[in-house]
């Protein structure tokens, strides 16, 4: 390769992140060449190969930036969070008419004979099963099994033992890959307390992953629980775990719309831990309905999900624009959570109102959120090889991108994950419920 491609590469990275001096972070060229700051650095862009910038930047979008790590054409050494604002940095540098033109000058310059990546090629195989229109039942369950049927053993590499894929509850934080397990044993036991669980009670587990939960509630607070899945791979394994551990008699896993309870007698309480991100911001008052529908007066609901901190918020005039030719939020939807949206917390508030439940409690995780994703790529990356040979490398490559992208979501204040307590009042709106707050 060329000196002279070597020099329009360096231009091209001048031109998106400053000169080396002022980065914070170091950049290593095809030829093991390496420009970076004065002292330690996070992280190091490693650029595979000339063609791997033209091709990361053409066109200049979010979705071709990550494509290009998905592939290996680019790749991220060290702190992989840290890099995760790289997207919005050079969306900010080209909104520059400018640096955009002098850019562009440089990627065009950029030869276009090395091997392409295959990640553009291997899209149409990764894309949910286009199967009726977003969130109605059919497509909702290609959408669920496109995430979750990737493998048990895939993600029993980084889970806890118990293998709970939501929001852990932390005591110290200061060691969250080491916390992890007594983390997940608490926020399970703090949903329980929230529920106010008592011997005898039937619970509902709106996707109920490998079944945690239900587990959890029948073995320590005596409940009969049921918990439903769109999963195949996560209900079979829930369903040899209910067995194993002996409460057959009180646990069921099922394959299960939550739009199809209505053959179940009502449910004493019920619980949606990490599930309402999959029911679509124009889904909730449908999906408040059905819950609401499938409880009992003076019953509860904990609603945990994941919500928008920005959503709500003033944009510009052009903002809309701007999304539509960045791709913002395309990764997540092509490779990661099909059709999935985040909402904001009022939305999720209004629509269970609108359904007849009173809000209780509101409580926030955010923080809570971003340990428990520290922890899962450092377990992710720990055990690497053995995630390529149970998925691939591109899997392996999308898990670590997108945990560690939300892992910065949370610490930056753009996500939020909050436990919402809603009751359905008796009649005469007695809900039963203590006076003081216990959790």
Known sequence: MSENTLRHARAVTALLFGPPSNRRFAVRYWDGSLEGPPGPAPFTLVIRSAGSLRRMLAPPNELAIIEAFLSGDVDIDGDIESAVWLGDGINARLRSRGALASLARHVLALPRTDPPSDVRELRAEHTVEKVGSPHEPT???????????????????WLDRRMVYSCAYFERGADPEAELEDAQFAKLDMVCRKLQLQPGDRLLDVGCGWGALVLHAAANYGVTALGITLSNAQADLARRRVQEAGLSDRCRIEI?????????????????????????????????????????PGGLLLNHGIVSITEERPRGRWDWLERRLWKRDAFMDQYVFPDGRLGPLSAVVAAAERSGFETRDVHSLREHYTLTLRAWVARLERRRADAIGFADERVYRTWRLYMAGSAYGFSSGRLNVVQTLLSKPEPDGTTHLPLRRQT
Do not use: C, Q, T, W
């Open 139 to 157: 497509r909702d369950r290609a959408a669920i099994r496109y995430h979750y049927d990737v493998g048990n053993d895939f993600y029993a590499l």
């Open 256 to 296: 299960r719309d939550y739009r199809s309870l209505e053959n179940e007698e009502p449910f004493d309480k019920i619980s949606s831990i990490g599930m309402v991100e999959h029911v679509g911001v124009e889904n909730l008052p449908v999906y408040f309905s059905a819950l609401h529908a499938a409880l009992k």
